[in-house]
């Protein structure tokens, strides 16, 4: 097996995204996006690293308010910021990080 591929656990995880997760001691959103792309966005805000939040199905950084889409991990209110995401696949009904956040 990839040492890069991290088993998260079953396919039923994307009933109810975004879905919290913590992997190697940090906090990610499970997503699905509407082209059914999965990922895994960290929860650390790219402005100062507050943790991100979940409100009506988007995200907000509590420190300085900063927006992100709930799917994408797009900034609603900052121009071309954007939450940190790992890829994700789905294989044999399993979920599996792949590779490095980028
Ligand atoms: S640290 Fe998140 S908006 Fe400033």
């Not at 995200?59 to 900034?75: A, N």
Request: proline content about 7%.
């Amino acid at each position: 097996m990839n040492e890069s591929r991290i088993p998260l656990g079953p396919a039923d995880l994307l009933t109810e995204v975004p879905r919290s997760i913590e992997l190697d001691g940090k906090p990610y959103w499970l997503t699905q996006e509407a082209d059914g792309t999965i990922a895994l966005l960290l929860a650390y805000c790219p402005h100062a690293g507050g943790e991100v939040l979940l409100a009506d199905g988007d995200f907000y950084c509590p420190l300085h308010y900063w927006t992100f889409d709930g799917r994408s991990g797009e900034c609603t209110n900052r121009g071309d910021e954007r939450l940190m995401r790992r890829n994700v696949e789905l294989a044999d009904g399993q979920l599996y990080a792949c590779g490095p956040d980028y």
